[in-house]
């Protein structure tokens, strides 16, 4: 099972993660939703294609596009469409 944690509180967990680039996707329904909230911020992968980001909110703190997806990647990101992963000292593992 893979936990991601940030500012004590677990924003997911799941036992079906995908791992691509050392980054573990988790499965969008393995999330707390309130967890997550939009963000306008997008950035483009070559291979992947193009990612959007939420901003992270826990126990009141919120650490701006520490999650980010892929609505629609390239081909050869396929298996991770409707995955979340995680960085800006968020904790996975």
């Known amino acids: 099972m893979v936990k991601a944690t940030w500012n004590g509180v677990t924003l997911g ?11 573990h996707y988790f499965p969008l329904d393995a999330i707390e939703p309130a967890t997550l909230k939009p963000s306008a911020t997008t950035s483009v992968c070559p291979w992947k294609g193009t990612a959007h980001y939420y ?11 520490a999650a980010w997806y892929y609505p629609e990647p390239k081909s050869a990101a396929a298996q991770i469409k409707g995955r979340v992963a995680f960085w800006k000292g968020v904790k996975v593992g």
């Not at 967990?13 to 680039?21: C, D, F, G, L, Q």
């Not at 901003?55 to 596009?65: H, L, P, R, S």
Request: charged share 30%.
């Open 13 to 23: 967990e799941s036992s079906e993660t995908v791992v691509v680039e050392n980054n």
């Open 55 to 65: 901003t992270v909110v826990a126990d009141g703190a919120e650490n701006k596009d």
